[in-house]
């Protein structure tokens, strides 16, 4: 007599089907920005000198303040969704808004930066 399979309910196989997906999608992204750093790493091994002469100074300061934007962003859109699961209204809209207008912010930044 042969074996009796346990029974996989087809939700269960959906959940098995999109954790897959999701790590090749994970994966595809680790080998692109791996590939984006081996790029860096070779320009900047066969350059003379780092960075090359010419090239513009990097705008630290704005870089570094639209990515505090972005992290509080983030923060405050977490917070929204905290009180969306105490039913709390108030605070869900002042997340949402306080998380729209950070995130204008950001968009305004990255535009001076071009």
Excluded: H
Excluded at 8 to 25: C, D, H, L, V
Excluded at 60 to 79: E, F, M, P
């Amino acid at each position: 007599m042969g074996e009796l399979l346990k029974y996989r309910s087809p939700q269960r196989r959906k959940e098995t089907t999109a954790s897959i997906g999701m790590i090749i999608f994970v994966a595809s992204w680790l080998m692109l920005f791996a590939g984006f750093f081996f790029a860096y790493g070779m320009l900047r091994n066969k350059a003379v000198s780092w960075p090359p002469m010419g090239a513009p100074e990097l705008p630290v300061t704005l870089g570094a303040l639209n990515t505090l934007l972005i992290a509080l962003s983030s923060l405050s859109l977490q917070r929204a969704l905290g009180a969306i699961k105490k039913d709390n209204t108030k605070v869900l809209s002042a997340g949402l808004f306080v998380t729209l207008a950070l995130g204008v912010a950001f968009t305004v930044l990255q535009v001076c930066l071009l």
